[in-house]
């Protein structure tokens, strides 16, 4: 009867092990095997918002168009994927226009296949269906491959038609770097109050961001202006200003109407104390954040011109 009770006790624990051990791997330092193992420290000092790069094999450098194969995670579970990545020149109207436009999907076998490479690598590309495809066109021969809005953003309210997904769980600050290395594009920031379980460092500074978003937006707009801030914990943290400490994009609402206020966003930055700067339509279309970092400054989106 013991050792009947102590197999039955030994599964229980196996279980659960099995269960909970995907998401402590994906709570630790999430090792994408998209992620470079190759960016020199020059590269990460001179865009400091960046704490990983994404390992793009170029085919097109001045088109600046490249195949990836990453691990996507949604919640506690990943699967590879297989991409083309296809960026914009940067301050161009078509950077600003395209947003998170950058992702494409292919199968295994495209990626592996030279000719697949050959075709993109002197493609003439063109976009098509309000540019959620991407047509690769070379003589008479062309192909067309559907937009994967990677990562998803998914803000508590849009998870029912944007689950969590991304390449490191919003634990780390991904971005791609041109082939040129004048410039880095960042298509995914942290969130570091979405943990179920946070740490005291991380909680002080919780209260700290919504109590200043208050503070900072009622003397920026005026009190009663919808000022509280909505869903705090999917508020993204990320060094804006090279200054080695976490600056915050909060969402702003009344708490009432939240779908009415969901474009409008707060930037909490500053060495000395936070200040509030309103980049509100900044974010990019819809739901989805990027960036542009030059190694001087950090551009959101709409605003990277």
Sequence with gaps: MKKL????????????LALLLPTAMLAA???NVAFSKAASSAMKDRFGVCEEFLDVKWLNRSAYTGIL??????NASKESRYLIVRLERPGSRAFVSRGSGVFYEIDEKQYLSRDFAQLLASAHYS?????????ARKGKKSERFPQEPLPFEAFEQHESDFPNRSFSGFARTVCI???????AFVVEARKPFMKPAIDETTKQAYETVGKTTKEQCEKKMGAGNDC????LKDSYALDVNGDGKDDYIVMLGSGKTVK???GRYLLLSGKDGYVATDVSGCLGVGRFFYGLADGRSFRLGRCGR
């Design 69 to 74: 194969k990453a691990d996507v995670y949604r």
């Design 260 to 262: 009415a206020h969901a």
């Design 5 to 16: 009770y102590g197999k039955r006790l030994l599964s229980i624990i196996m279980l659960i």
């Design 177 to 183: 770097a041109y082939p040129d290395g004048k410039g």
């Design 29 to 31: 330092e999430v090792d």
């Design 228 to 231: 509280n801030p909505v869903n």
């Design 127 to 135: 976009f098509n269906h309000e540019k959620v495809f991407l047509t």
